[in-house]
């Protein structure tokens, strides 16, 4: 069983960086953080007062020219930075995801509440390579329904 969750957990960590690979493909401002520039966001958005978890965001997408290795300029321009969620699949799905079934984190939430116009969760179809950006409260407006649970593992 361990290891069946193991395999999963393998597979969707692929899907995912396939994902953040196609959004940084496209060219429409997606951004694979480094380590450093990982934590420069979180240094300036902590130094904001802003709970930010590092593991919470995977993407990042500026609305200018920030050199995000620059911790002064980052938090010069935090304004201009949106950290994103990937969610990812490879199952037939319509352009709008309708009927994409996905799971949040504690974490993720917490951050979104904590960021709120500067994260968002971003959504890929590695299949047809398209994607959706959508806040929480899209997420939760359009949601059918909702199964709190608690997943572990040992």
């Known amino acids: 069983m361990k290891d069946d969750l193991v395999v999963e957990f393998q597979s969707g960590h692929k899907t995912a960086k396939a994902a953040a690979a196609i959004l940084v493909a496209k060219k429409d401002g997606f951004i694979i953080p480094t380590a450093r520039q990982r934590q420069n966001l979180l240094v300036a958005f902590a130094k ?78 590695t299949g047809t390579r398209e994607h959706l950006e959508m806040s929480l409260s899209e997420i939760f407006a359009r949601a059918k329904g909702i199964y709190p649970t608690w997943s572990i593992c040992f």
Request: net charge positive; no cysteine.
């Open 48 to 125: 904001k007062g802003k709970v930010v978890y590092g593991k919470a965001f995977d993407v990042v997408k500026p609305s200018g020219s920030v050199d995000l290795d620059e911790l002064v300029e980052v938090e010069k321009h935090l304004e201009k930075i949106k950290v994103f969620e990937v969610k990812s699949t490879r199952k037939k799905l319509p352009s709008d995801f309708a009927g994409y079934f996905f799971a949040l984190t504690a974490a993720e939430v917490l951050v979104a509440q904590s960021l709120k116009k500067q994260f968002g969760f971003v959504l890929v179809n």
